[in-house]
């Protein structure tokens, strides 16, 4: 198994446009979470989706959405970006037997964003 | 409201010195405790976390709640520590992480 994949690698955007990023699961896990990073600091988490449901969120403005499909890939889109949109977003993935909050995370390489 | 504070931005000790990176929280509910662990060009992964009370690669951590701390730990540093530690608190919906401590250990 490859690990959790992430796609792209790197991203450029504009302000004000809108951008989607993708992320594949460890097979057999259930749970996708996403997580922002911006240098300097710990990664901050955004959403929790599991079985398709949202089972967490973040303090994030409603420009950030996700969603999980039924083979547990899962998106995460942003709106209208903010030059403060500019960071390496994480998806993590786990078994998803409870919260993103008490199951190991098992991350992936991340996608690096930048907006101009 | 949960909050993770890692003091040390950065830590550097010598081969063989002890090491200890502080990780203080503030969560009013029952406590997760987590180290995690990013070393060049890798991804971030699971060091340990407290419920298991295990050692891995010989580092530990022991939760007090009276102080609120969950400090890592390792009687003799090697050069491969060298890397970026998160500590991270979970317990309700969400997990949340500190900023990090770099971790540099010199030849």
């Known amino acids: 198994d490859a690990g959790v994949t992430q796609s792209p690698t790197h991203l450029i955007k504009t302000r004000g446009q809108q951008v989607t990023l993708r992320c594949s699961p460890i097979s057999g896990h259930k749970s996708v979470s996403w997580y922002q990073q911006v240098l300097g600091q710990g990664p901050q988490f955004i959403f929790q989706y599991y079985e398709k449901e949202e089972r967490g969120r973040g303090n994030f403005p409603d420009r950030f959405s996700a969603r999980q499909f039924p083979n547990y890939s899962s998106e995460l889109n942003v709106n209208a970006l903010l030059l403060g949109d500019s960071a390496l977003y994480l998806c993590?993935?786990?078994?998803?037997?409870?919260?993103?909050?008490?199951?190991?995370?098992?991350f992936g390489p991340g996608t690096r964003l930048t907006v101009l | 409201a949960q909050r993770v504070t890692q003091p040390e931005k950065l830590l550097s000790v010598f081969k063989g010195a002890p090491v200890e990176l502080k990780c203080n929280y503030s969560?009013?509910?029952?406590?997760?405790l987590f180290w995690y662990v990013q070393y060049s060009r890798q991804r971030l992964q699971l060091l340990l976390r407290h419920i298991s009370r295990e050692s891995i690669k010989g580092f530990t951590a022991d939760l007090n709640k009276g102080e609120t701390s969950f400090h890592l730990k390792k009687p003799f540093a090697q050069e491969e520590d060298s890397a970026m530690y998160y500590c991270a608190l979970g317990g309700s919906e969400k997990l949340v992480f500190g900023k990090g401590t770099k971790l540099t250990v010199n030849p």
């Open positions: 993590a993935s786990s078994p998803g037997r409870t919260t993103a909050s008490t199951d190991t995370q098992y």
């Open positions: 969560y009013s509910g029952s406590p997760e």
